[in-house]
């Protein structure tokens, strides 16, 4: 069983992702499940924090469907997204690749 690299709950100040639109900025503190399982729940939910002009500038905490946060820009990431979802938002393959003078190739 592969352990979720996003599973632990992060500071507001260190996030796995930063995104946004306009006045609208939504930081991923966690996430509940592994990229793969998520592509398959259309319920997929991260713990997030939203800053607007309607929180008066103070961050909100909760859970976020992770379909309504994938439509903003995404403006940061830490390397545990970047290993889990990519910079576009795939997936990076690590399966292994044979080397050129391997029997395999």
Request: glycine share 6%; charged share 30%.
């Amino acid at each position: 069983m592969t352990k979720n690299p996003m599973g632990k709950t992060r500071d507001v100040d260190n996030p796995y992702a930063i995104f946004r639109f306009k006045d609208f900025e939504i930081r991923v503190l966690k996430t509940y499940q592994l990229p793969k399982n998520e592509e398959k729940n259309m319920y997929a939910r991260w713990f997030t924090a939203a800053k607007s002009p309607m929180t008066y500038g103070r961050w909100e905490y909760g859970d976020t469907y992770k379909r309504e946060v994938l439509p903003f820009e995404q403006i940061a990431s830490s390397p545990e997204y970047d290993q889990a979802y990519g910079k576009d938002g795939k997936p990076v393959d690590l399966t292994p690749r044979p080397t050129h003078g391997s029997i395999l190739a």
